[in-house]
């Protein structure tokens, strides 16, 4: 089970980036997968999740209205699309999967199994 972040960078406020997790060992048919992300000095947290099962999602509320999370099955990867990117999204983005989970908000809220390394995203003028 393998996943790989990327699409980070550097972002002015208000800016847009489209985060990628491709997957490998297993398949989007069942699983929840998720983003989460570290910010200097602070934990890790959860900022969205998705049902492979049944496509239900979960967003923390910071992420509400501003981030979608959505997976293209065919190419094994989940995305993340950020919009309004403010200083305080930046951080250490990294997607995780718990493979004997299915509910959005239940791997949202755990420490999942499988994380894939991270990819920087800094929000600054």
């Known amino acids: 089970v393998q996943l790989q972040a990327s699409g980070g960078g550097l972002v002015r406020p208000g800016g847009s980036l489209r985060l990628s997790c491709v997957v490998s060992?297993?398949?989007?048919?069942?699983?929840?997968i998720g983003w989460f992300r570290q910010a200097p000095g602070k934990e890790r947290e959860a900022v969205s999740c998705l049902s492979t099962w049944n496509d239900i999602t979960h967003y923390s509320n910071f992420a509400k209205n501003r981030f979608t999370i959505s997976s293209d099955k065919a190419k094994n990867t989940v995305y993340l699309e950020m919009n309004n990117l403010r200083p305080e999204d930046t951080a250490v983005y990294y997607c995780a999967t718990d493979l004997g989970l299915t509910s959005s908000y239940g791997l949202c809220h755990s420490r999942p199994p499988k994380w894939g390394q991270g990819t920087q995203v800094t929000v600054s003028s």
């Open positions: 060992g297993f398949t989007l048919d069942r699983p929840a």
